[in-house]
Nanobody, 115 residues
Framework: QVQLVESGGGLVQPGGSLRLSCAAS????????MGWYRQAPGKQRELVAG???????NYADSVKGRFTISRDNAKNTVYLQMNSLKPEDTAVYYC?????????WGQGTQVTVSS
């Protein structure tokens, strides 16, 4: 059974930092393209940061220079380091795994940026 379990969300003040983790099980993690998406209330889900199958990274323009995606294949985990957080970063953050026609999503973790 495939599971993607996100953790690390919470309430943080503007300018603060959080580190999200997504632990995967049931898949050959190293061959999957991994990504982080987010969905704010009333908005569509959008890509925040991701790895391609070739290993390169891409970021949404709104988070470039503030967020960093990384992965540890030995731990089957992908991370999202989020710095200089803004209220507009408030959303549910989801982990996604892609390989060929196989796509899996985590259950999401809430990130709230507020003073």
């Amino acid at each position: 059974q495939v599971q993607l379990v996100e953790s690390g969300g919470g309430l943080v003040q503007p300018g603060g930092s959080l580190r999200l983790s997504c632990a995967a099980s049931g898949i050959a993690f190293s061959i999957y393209a991994m990504g982080w998406y987010r969905q704010a209330p009333g908005k569509q889900r959008e890509l925040v940061a991701g790895f391609t199958r070739g290993g390169s990274t891409n970021y949404a323009d709104s988070v470039k220079g503030r967020f960093t995606i990384s992965r540890d294949n030995a731990k089957n985990t992908v991370y999202l380091q989020m710095n200089s957080l803004k209220p507009e970063d408030t959303a549910v953050y989801y982990c996604k795994a892609d390989w060929l026609q196989r796509t899996y999503w985590g259950q999401g973790t809430q990130v709230t940026v507020s003073s």
